[in-house]
């Protein structure tokens, strides 16, 4: 007989899954500007699950533009505690509408600028990648943030170069708590892009690393918006001493985006230009996932649960510019930008 892992007392579960419930959004409007396709492709990994994107398309082009100007607008969200943007949200109707709009104007200010100095700290070149994972793990993962990793990353005493986003997600079916650990990776070439995200996973899943993680959701719980027997409960599945702690699941979801010329042959094909689109991009999949399985089996994760979460669009220097344009990231210098195959994250 199999024993079963316990789980904190009902009533503090009760209260965790209450507590994670409310934090939930319904980010369905997403799917007018980023959609998928469904398929059947596996790998040989099991535990790994492929999710395939794309922008969708207006009059046979793909809307890039308008994704950026979507997905923007959640980046207070994103970029900011919980806590910090309830309060601002419990203002509204108690004072003037143009007081109100002042108030997160200036919010969205703040967010904008921790991003960009989140990413001086990290050495990193402000892009959208982070953000559209974050949508996408809370949309379809129905997973909510837990800790807003860019509100940590610009204290240099403190050393958060991990996980781009934690979140987390309860399964009353089979008493788990699934917490997603964030990677994403933006670079022209596909097969450079699976390489470092296939080390970066490696790395993000050491030891000494998950532990600094927990650590950091521990210490900053305060900010997430739980309940105080929800944070006992979730607590209790951190705590290598605890009765949850056994149920608690390591996930990693994942972006990868990558330059696809299929767009280019799909706004020159006489059929409808999206549905070609779909076809060559399902069929990149198709190829792709071999070369996925095989890299996580080189690093020694062929049991590891993963959500990779397939992207491909006309040019992943067009999205980071599009996006550093709405932010107000200042490009590189001409002369100076980073060559296409160093362009990571």
Not at 281 to 295: G, Y
Request: charge should be neutral.
């Amino acid at each position: 007989m199999t024993d079963t892992p316990a789980v904190p007392a009902a009533p503090l579960i009760g209260a965790l899954e209450d507590a994670l419930a409310s934090l939930q959004r319904d980010l369905s409007k997403l799917s007018a500007r980023l959609k998928g396709v469904d398929h059947t492709v596996e790998t040989e990994c099991k535990a790994l699950t492929l999710r395939l994107h794309y922008p969708a398309f207006r009059q046979r082009k793909p809307m890039v533009s308008e994704l950026v100007d979507t997905v923007s607008t959640y980046i207070v969200n994103f970029c900011l505690p919980r806590q910090q943007v309830a309060e601002l949200n419990e203002r509204y109707g108690k004072v003037s509408a143009e007081e109100f709009t002042e108030m997160f104007e200036v919010l969205r200010q703040e967010a904008f600028d921790l991003f960009k100095r989140a990413h001086v700290a990290t050495n990193r070149n402000g892009e959208a990648g982070e953000l559209i994972l974050y949508l996408l793990t809370e949309w379809l993962l129905e997973a909510p943030q837990i800790v807003a990793k860019m509100s940590l990353k610009t204290n240099t005493e403190m050393p958060v170069h991990g996980a781009d986003g934690v979140h987390v997600r309860y399964c009353a079916v089979t008493g788990r708590l699934y917490i997603y650990w964030g990677e994403s990776k933006l670079y022209g070439d596909l097969d450079q892009a699976l390489k470092e995200a296939a080390k970066s996973i490696a790395e993000s899943l050491d030891d000494k690393k998950i532990k600094h993680e927990i650590t950091l959701v521990k210490r900053h719980l305060d900010l997430s918006g739980l309940t105080p027997d929800a944070k006992k409960a979730m607590l209790d599945f951190l705590d290598p001493y605890g009765s949850g702690y056994a149920n608690r699941h390591d996930v990693i979801s994942c972006l990868v985006a990558f330059d696809f010329d299929a767009f280019a042959a799909a706004l020159a094909c006489e059929m409808d230009a999206e549905e070609e689109f779909r076809r060559l991009a399902l069929a990149k999949l198709e190829e792709t996932a071999p070369k996925i399985a095989k890299a996580l089996k080189a690093k020694g994760m062929e049991h590891q649960e993963v959500e990779m979460f397939i992207m491909p669009v006309p040019s992943v220097a067009t999205l980071r510019n599009l996006f550093q344009d709405k932010i107000g990231w200042k490009h590189p210098a001409i002369g100076k930008a980073p060559k296409k195959s160093a362009g990571k994250k």
